[in-house]
């Protein structure tokens, strides 16, 4: 599912704070998806 964002799979941020933000908004959306699908 991480692999839907382009920004996660080839790591342009070179801070690792704003990478981790990246990855912690984009488990964020894909966990938001899947509560609303079984809705």
Sequence with gaps: W???FRRLTVRYER???IH???TTLA????CLN???RLC
Excluded: N
């Design 2 to 4: 991480m692999a839907r």
């Design 15 to 17: 801070r690792e704070d």
């Design 34 to 36: 899947q509560v609303r």
């Design 20 to 22: 981790l933000a990246f």
């Design 27 to 30: 488990a964020a959306l894909i």
